[in-house]
């Protein structure tokens, strides 16, 4: 059972009683699910992950003050912590304060606030520049199981979808970074007998490449210890994972040296063709700093477009 099922479980079989027991006047005012810090709400928990912050436990986001105030807000926390202590086995863990960060009453606000700076959602385009795509995941990911009143689910969907500019500016400052790293610097390193050098420059193609299959998939990567496992569950280029973890593997001595240089090719290869395929560029070659910049020429912005190239990275 992954965290996600266990915590829908959880709330259908005790949560939801308890919400309309206690607090009739507030169920529709409450959304609950699972969403933010932790490889359950992404669905990448396994056994291993389960060793810490894992457990039973579910979130109710109430609005502000204004709807539900302190006095209410202390009750249903009470209430929350007043749940079965087990549930299908996993024990709950202690929460200080009665409801604790990760799952209990969380404010919609705070946690909007917490994950992109923003308490109702709306950034500005120097935010949706400078915001990681890790922060932007948390604050999208998981499942909502119930949110009558429509607040918390409204600034998720808003945030599920990156402006198309800022996506072009992203998109170009990593191929840009693609092509500096993997087709120009990768071998200018090893012909200095450079081998570290080599591999850190594999090491920036590899993370610029899959930054852009992100992109390109109109996802956000998660944290960088499940960025493999997210892309391979991407409809487009999945199949570079296993590519990229070989890139970033491997050592560059002898003939794998020329491998690697033939598998960044090949990786650009496919990049530029999913960038046709989608109308980026207008660029026809297998340069991808001139893909680059043809993705730049794109925005429609004139100061998203003028900002340097590599502004949102």
Not at 177 to 201: F, P
């Amino acid at each position: 059972m992954t965290g996600i099922e266990l915590a829908r479980g959880f709330y259908e079989e005790y949560g939801a009683p308890m919400l309309r027991e206690q607090f009739p006047e507030l169920v529709s005012l409450i959304a609950v699910g699972l969403a933010g810090s932790g490889s359950e709400c992404f669905g990448f928990d396994d056994e291993i992950s389960r060793d810490h912050d894992f457990e039973p436990g579910f979130c109710l986001f109430i609005p502000d003050e204004e709807v539900i105030d302190r006095q209410l807000c202390f009750r249903l926390e009470r209430a929350y912590a007043k749940l079965p202590k087990e549930y299908m086995g996993v024990r709950r863990q202690t929460m200080n304060p009665v409801g604790g960060n990760r799952h209990g009453v969380i404010r919609i606000g705070d946690f909007y606030k917490e994950k992109v700076g923003s308490r109702d959602g709306v950034l500005t385009t120097a935010q949706w520049l400078s915001l990681p795509s890790f922060s932007l995941a948390e604050a999208t990911n998981g499942e909502v199981f119930r949110d009558d009143l429509g607040l918390f689910s409204g600034i998720r969907n808003a945030l599920s979808e990156m402006p198309k500019d800022i996506r072009l500016k992203k998109l170009a400052g990593n191929l840009l970074l693609m092509a500096q790293a993997g087709q120009y610097n990768y071998n200018r390193c090893l012909s200095h007998g450079e081998t570290g050098a080599a591999q850190l420059a594999a090491i920036e193609f590899a993370k610029s490449a899959m930054n852009v299959v992100f992109l390109l998939n109109r996802a956000y990567m998660p944290y960088y210890k499940w960025s493999f496992r997210a892309i391979r569950e991407l409809p487009k280029l999945s199949g570079l994972a296993e590519t990229l973890e070989f890139l970033i593997s491997s050592d560059n001595s002898g003939d794998l040296a020329e491998t690697k240089y033939l598998v960044i090719e090949d990786i650009a290869s496919m990049v530029i063709s999913e960038l046709t395929e989608q109308g980026l560029t207008k660029a026809i070659c297998g340069d991808l700093e001139k893909h680059a910049y043809s993705v730049n020429d794109a925005i429609s912005d004139p100061d998203v477009r003028n900002l340097h190239i590599f502004a949102a990275l």
